[in-house]
């Protein structure tokens, strides 16, 4: 990847942290923000430059091991990740992840048959939930806690339960704060 474009990525993930980003704050991200700094090193990972791309893939089997969230740098991730506590978190590599995206503590995102999940945009994914096998999540999605999906869920819904079960949402992705929006940094 570019390296204009991982600034970007990587400003966008900042900014979904603190709601602005600056030089001094992702210097201070990167040094008391485990998710933060998890994140900046696995867009590193894409980076086209070998060296860079040598060190944050070693950075980011340490940081994976240190903080138990195992999200493949092959994995496909929209702008604005935000990872909640950096915790006990496992993405496939096989998965897609929109823009804006917050990941809770102990969230499995998996397969046992080769496609993982697809993940829409501005979708907050609450603790303890299991996504299981390729099925599809819309955009504006809440998951809440301790939800099992293991069947689509369209565009504006809230699934809870197990297995999970589908409302129609009042508010559109209430937990998703600091929505980044491309076209504000460009």
Same mark, same amino acid.
């Given at each position: 990847? =570019? +390296?204009?474009?991982?600034?970007k990525y990587i400003r966008s993930d900042l900014y979904r942290y603190? #709601?602005? #980003?600056?030089?001094?704050?992702?210097?201070?991200a990167l040094l008391i923000n485990r998710s933060f700094k998890y994140s900046f090193w696995l867009r590193l990972c894409k980076s086209e430059c070998w060296v860079i791309k040598s060190l944050a893939i070693v950075m980011h089997r340490i940081y994976s091991t240190r903080y138990s969230v195992h999200i493949s740098h092959v994995t496909e991730i929209g702008f604005g990740l935000y990872i909640g506590h950096g915790t006990s978190i496992v993405v496939s590599p096989t998965a897609v992840i929109g823009d804006n995206c917050?990941?809770?503590p102990? +969230?499995?995102? #998996?397969s046992n048959k080769g496609k993982a999940a697809t993940i829409g945009n501005n979708v907050y994914i609450g603790p303890h939930v299991s996504i299981v096998e390729d099925v599809i999540i819309g955009s504006d999605v809440t998951i809440g806690s301790g939800c099992v999906v293991v069947k689509d869920i369209p565009n504006g819904m809230t699934s809870i339960g197990n297995p999970n079960r589908n409302k129609i949402s009042r508010e559109i992705s209430?937990?998703? =704060?600091?929505?980044?929006?491309?076209? =504000?940094?460009q």
């Open positions: 990847m =570019k +390296t204009k474009q991982l600034k603190y #709601g602005k #980003g600056n030089w001094r704050l992702f210097i201070k917050n990941l809770s102990f +969230t499995i995102i #998996g209430p937990f998703i =704060k600091n929505k980044y929006e491309l076209c =504000k940094w």
